[in-house]
């Protein structure tokens, strides 16, 4: 299982802060088509937003679809924009 | 040549008349004498360098004696908005310009909330102060006549008071038809790190221009007058509302600038390890301060003049109702780094408190947090001791020491007037030559922001090449932070106009990168576009060269291919670069602190991560290349008489 913590302007939609993923999931790329089905609006969000993902507290920053994942990993999606 | 010669033998060349339509004046404000001549920028330096940033720069170089001293009166302090400033929607910025009393080379703001668009309202583009006033002044700015007022019942009060009694005093409402530049007690203290006030929070900050400001004993630059349409070469506000809807539909605004503000930057930085921590000997910290832990304190959100964003969020600790920092605006991502991780502090209300205070005391967060981490490590090691601190043990992460050495820096007292020299301490006899090895400045200027770019090369290269100094806001390759753009490699060659590697590690194409922030943004500058909702800073679907080109067509009827106003951006980095070549800046300038060079990251994904010297120098030796620079950093022949030639008007 994996858990995803959701950013807040997905929460509603998902009903929660963040999920369980029981599906089989071994990439973050299988993810997203995991979150595409179980959350509306993810595509839309996915498809504009700057959306990263940090697995165990560590930022992908590259190569992110193919970052394997397994059982037990916890998941973040995190709005990233710069600062002043 | 003395500075009044050289402005009357400037006058001579300027135009007498507006050159097309909304364009402001320039006023030559002697504060010595009390004398305001006004002119205006000639077409052909518009073409070449814009308004704002840009003709900020052509004053400069034209004025500048750099046989003086930074704080000579003789050294004039310009304010300039740009040509779309207070016209297009988030164009609500302008730029202070001098030689920087902080640094040593150019000094360059930017702030935004009302100053920059009220002054253009009482129709002036650009404001140049010189001399010294015989006595503290306030100049007021109404009816388009600028009148000189004696500022002695102001001196001696800080932003939250002065505030308060200028309102009282002139009448009026802030963001309604007040708006005013001003300096605290640290600027009339010549605190290297103080910041000229543009609102509550909002400031021109990075090199000390409240320090270069007091140094003209000028107190205030207060603007009144009703806002109003400006009559412009054809409808605009048709687009207007087209740049407001492209503004409100990207992502990043609507989920994290509207909503949170820039704190949300600081989760990521710190999840990547670059958090820049207790002086950036470490480089990730607590949770305790992600943007989540402001939101009990974020009793909601402000803006700057006729942008819809809104993207400043407000604070209020619940606490005691008659303590004057238990509210405010901010913190900046910026801030929360500063008077978080880098000196230590892990309490988000002591974050919050000490945001307050800096608004109130008017000091440059940036500069002063780095001051103090600085001193922190020097007394970590031994460098320095209780003895050069006054007895004071400067302790990571105590956050009343940190709250103390605020007020005595702002005040010039005790060991605070070390810490008012800023980064020029060993300069100044307080430090001895071996702390410069812990100092995290580049040009003179600490870093802007806390993200440690040992990791990123292309915030890397940024840093080392801003103009100003160590500073973010100049030429951040933002999106090298975004997954989905390195991993698109057409769309990121398409963003770039050529390969940057995706790699955030790599050195490949990162000059390329910065080539083209560093154009984009110097154009937002000289039209007035906040940073935060320029293309490129925070998302590719912002507005850029296109819409900037089209609505500079309809507001003042001049022609810009988007390529032309590319080529503008980097007229504005070679007119930079040749202000800091008479300045002494060279390419040995254009590096990073030792630090960053020798000490690799020890935590996260990334440990180990470095900046390689020589993979660095061949970085900066392409990015001379593709700007055109020679290997010293300075404009090619051809190009730099082609400069010399618009700057002295022989286009
Ligand atoms: S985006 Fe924020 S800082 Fe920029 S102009 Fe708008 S309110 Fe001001």
Redesign the interface.
């Given at each position: 299982m994996l858990t995803v913590h959701l950013?807040?302007?997905l929460q509603r939609d998902a009903g929660a802060a963040s999920l369980a993923v029981t599906e089989p999931v071994g990439t973050i790329a299988e993810l997203v088509e995991v979150l595409e089905r179980r959350v509306p609006g993810f595509r839309s969000?996915f498809d504009?937003?700057?959306?990263?993902?940090?697995v165990n507290?560590?930022?992908?920053?590259?190569?992110?679809?193919d970052r394997p994942l397994a059982d037990g990993d916890v998941v973040e999606l995190?709005?990233?924009?710069?600062?002043? | 040549m003395p500075i009044r010669d050289r402005v009357a033998r400037l006058l001579a060349e300027l135009p007498d008349a507006p050159q097309y339509p909304t364009q402001g004046a320039t006023a030559f404000i002697d504060l010595e004498r009390r004398e305001v001549r006004q002119a205006y920028t000639p077409v052909s330096v518009v073409r070449a360098l814009l308004a704002g940033r840009g003709a900020n720069m052509f004053y400069l170089y034209r004025l500048l004696d750099e046989s003086l001293a930074p704080l000579d009166p003789g050294v004039p302090l310009i304010f300039g908005s740009g040509v779309l400033t207070g016209i297009v929607p988030s164009a609500a910025r302008g730029n202070a310009t001098s030689w920087s009393p902080e640094s040593g080379v150019l000094m360059d703001c930017n702030a935004g909330d009302y100053f920059p668009s009220f002054t253009k309202m009482n129709g002036y583009d650009h404001l140049v102060l010189y001399g010294r006033a015989p006595r503290w002044t306030l100049l007021h700015v109404k009816d388009g006549r600028i009148a000189f007022r004696d500022a002695a019942p102001y001196v001696g009060l800080d932003n939250l008071d002065l505030r308060e009694r200028i309102e009282a005093d002139f009448g009026g409402a802030w963001t309604r038809d007040l708006a005013m530049a001003s300096i605290t007690r640290a600027g009339e203290r010549l605190v290297l790190t103080s910041a000229i006030m543009a609102g509550p929070k909002a400031c021109y900050a990075r090199g000390g221009p409240g320090a270069k400001m007091g140094a003209l004993r000028l107190k205030a630059i207060l603007v009144q007058g009703q806002t109003h349409d400006f009559e412009t070469a054809q409808p605009y506000k048709g687009y207007n509302r087209e740049i407001a809807q492209k503004l409100l539909a990207?992502?990043?605004v609507?989920?994290?600038?509207k909503?949170t503000g820039?704190?949300?930057?600081y989760?990521?930085s710190r999840?990547?390890g670059a958090m820049g921590t207790k002086n950036h000997q470490e480089t990730t910290w607590t949770d305790a301060l992600d943007a989540s832990n402001i939101d009990p304190y974020r009793p909601g959100m402000a803006g700057c003049f006729r942008c819809p964003v809104n993207c400043r969020p407000l604070n209020d600790l619940h606490g005691d109702e008659a303590d004057r920092y238990g509210r405010g605006d901010g913190p900046?991502?910026?801030t929360l780094g500063k008077f978080g991780p880098n000196v230590g502090i892990d309490r988000i209300e002591s974050v919050i408190r000490l945001n307050n205070i800096c608004n109130d005391l008017g000091l440059d967060t940036a500069s002063t947090g780095s001051a103090i981490a600085w001193a922190m490590e020097l007394f970590q090691r031994g460098i320095i001791t209780a003895r050069d601190t006054g007895g004071l043990e400067l302790v990571w992460g105590d956050a009343a020491l940190v709250e103390r050495l605020i007020f005595m820096l702002s005040r010039r007292e005790g060991f605070g007037d070390v810490l008012a020299d800023g980064a020029r301490a060993v300069e100044k006899g307080h430090y001895p030559p071996g702390a410069l090895r812990y100092r995290m400045a580049v040009k003179g200027l600490m870093q802007s922001?806390p993200h440690d770019a040992r990791i990123l090369k292309a915030f890397a290269l940024g840093l080392a090449v801003s103009t100003r100094g160590m500073d973010?806001?100049r030429n951040?390759v933002?999106?090298?932070?975004?997954?989905?753009i390195?991993?698109d490699p057409a769309f990121k060659q398409r963003l770039y106009g050529g390969a940057v590697s995706?790699?955030?590690t790599s050195y490949e194409g990162k000059e390329r990168a910065v080539r083209v922030c560093e154009n984009v943004f110097g154009v937002g500058d000289a039209v007035g576009m906040c940073?935060?909702t320029t293309q490129l800073?925070?998302?590719p679907?912002l507005p850029g060269l296109d819409q900037f080109a089209a609505q500079i067509a309809n507001v003042t009827g001049l022609a810009f291919e988007p390529a032309a106003l590319d080529r503008v951006g980097l007229n504005i980095m070679g007119v930079e670069r040749l202000i800091n070549r008479r300045l002494g800046v060279g390419r040995q300038d254009d590096t990073l602190p030792e630090r960053w060079f020798e000490e690799p990251i020890t935590v996260?994904?990334y440990a180990g991560e470095k900046i390689d010297r020589a993979e660095f120098d061949a970085m900066l030796s392409r990015f001379y290349a593709l700007s055109s620079l020679t290997e010293e950093g300075v404009p090619q022949d051809a190009w730099r008489r082609e400069l010399e030639a618009a700057l002295e008007g022989r286009a």
């Open positions: 950013p807040a302007s969000l504009d937003a700057l959306l990263n993902f940090a507290d560590e930022l992908v920053l590259h190569r992110v679809r995190i709005p990233t924009i710069s600062g002043g | 990207t992502s990043v609507k989920h994290a600038l909503t820039t704190p949300f930057l989760k990521p999840l990547l900046e991502y910026v922001d973010h806001l951040r933002t999106l090298e932070i975004n997954a989905r390195n991993d995706a790699a955030p940073r935060f800073f925070n998302s679907s996260g994904a």
